[in-house]
């Protein structure tokens, strides 16, 4: 297992739809075991597989909830169903996410408050699991990266401009940034 090192916002492997995975064999379950060595150094709650420059259907998670599902899992090939997502604006306490890809800024956004994921694990074994409130969030973000989007490009407009802003502040939007967990500091300030 290996940390590998987190792509940032404007590395062409976000912003593409992320392919299936077509085999389950040892590439496969190094992969994942990358990931979530990376995901714990980052002191993520998820990671998806763009996020480490590898454009596959893949995202891993470790996150304590009330579902009755495995706090630390992976979903290969997910597929997401999602309740109606609220037109309200989002609370700004309460609906604030983050993104190793776009590190130590948060912002709010609106999301379904209940999903079904259905996919595979690393070993191709059917997952099928609901998830609610937080956790359905963390699952709706890391299946939004494998679709192309960050949570940024889901953001309203008063908070998109924000951040937009902030990544130009920055310098991100180009290839080739990446930052490394537990190398580089936290971006967060775990």
Not at 23 to 49: H, K, S, Y
Not at 148 to 159: P, S
Request: proline share 7%; glycine share 10%; aromatic share 10%.
């Amino acid at each position: 297992m290996t940390v590998q090192p987190v792509t940032i916002w404007g590395e062409p492997v976000l912003h593409r739809r992320a392919a299936e995975v077509t085999e389950f064999n040892d590439e496969l379950r190094t992969i994942i075991a990358d990931m979530f060595e990376t995901n714990d150094a980052a002191n993520g709650v998820g990671l998806a597989a763009p996020q480490i420059g590898v454009g596959l259907r893949i995202f891993v998670y470790d996150y304590e909830n009330d579902d009755d599902v495995p706090a630390r899992g992976v979903v290969v090939n997910p597929v997401l169903t999602t309740s109606k997502v609220s037109g309200a604006a989002p609370d700004p306490d309460d609906e604030v996410e983050g993104c190793l890809s776009f590190p130590g800024e948060h912002y709010p956004l609106k999301r379904a408050e209940w999903v079904r994921v259905t996919g595979f694990d690393g070993d191709g074994n059917p997952v099928n699991f609901e998830a609610t409130g937080w956790f359905a969030r963390v699952m709706q973000h890391e299946y939004d990266h494998l679709d192309g989007y960050l949570y940024v490009n889901k953001l309203n407009d008063r908070y998109a401009k924000k951040a937009m802003r902030h990544a130009k502040k920055a310098g991100w939007g180009v290839p080739g940034l990446t930052w490394m967990p537990g190398v580089d500091e936290d971006p967060f300030g775990h």
